[in-house]
């Protein structure tokens, strides 16, 4: 599964308005043309911050379907609202799933578990080593994914280009799940970024 990790600098206070136009439009419509809305969430420590996954089968999908979806009438008519939410769009990793992220009834209307993101980032990129390393720490994830190295082909939304980034979900059980894990200096990262999400009321992943 190829998957976009999507990270949307928004207009102070238009969070919920985007998130309500977006559960209500952007799901279902995008699901009809072979694409997986698999996670929306609220970013708790950046109050006009949105982010959400979408997935697909393979890169050839990718590209059909955003351009139906972009060229097509739902985007049409409820894109120019959703854009005059945002400041910024162009910050998203373009991601193979190691570990696809977990799917729940959308509808289900359960409490919702915060979700901890864990970004590790190096120079180059990250191989079957560090993925053995990873999966002999026993600990967990659920969803694991690292950058997907296939031309971006649907440049008119554009991805984050020269990144080499591994990414590690879970279902936080403390305010950082996660942050006790330290690489070993052998493996070279450079950066972590830790985002703390909180799941919409129609995310798939929760």
Excluded: C
Aim: hydrophobic share 40%; charged share 30%.
């Amino acid at each position: 599964m190829i998957v976009e990790l999507r990270r949307y600098t928004l207009r102070p206070g238009r969070r919920d308005e985007l998130i309500e136009l977006f559960d209500r439009q952007f799901v279902e419509s995008q699901e009809e043309l072979g694409m997986a809305v698999l996670g929306q969430f609220r970013d708790l420590d950046r109050p006009d911050s949105f982010v959400w996954l979408r997935g697909f089968p393979d890169m050839t999908v990718r590209g059909r379907a955003l351009r139906e979806f972009y060229g097509g009438p739902v985007w049409k008519q409820h894109g120019p609202a959703a854009n005059a939410t945002m400041l910024d769009s162009d910050d998203v990793l373009l991601l193979r799933a190691i570990v696809p992220p977990p799917a729940s009834p959308r509808d289900d209307h359960r409490p919702a578990s915060v979700v901890t993101a864990t970004i590790w980032y190096r120079d180059r990129p990250f191989d079957d080593a560090f993925t053995r390393w990873f999966r002999g720490r026993d600990a967990g994830g659920a969803a694991v994914l690292s950058t997907e190295y296939a031309a971006n082909d649907f440049p008119a939304l554009p991805v984050r280009e020269g990144e080499h980034a591994f990414v590690w979900f879970t279902r936080a059980t403390g305010p950082m799940d996660g942050e006790g894990i330290e690489v070993p200096g052998q493996f070279g990262v450079t950066r972590t970024e830790r985002l703390r999400l909180a799941p919409t009321a129609r995310s798939a992943f929760r």
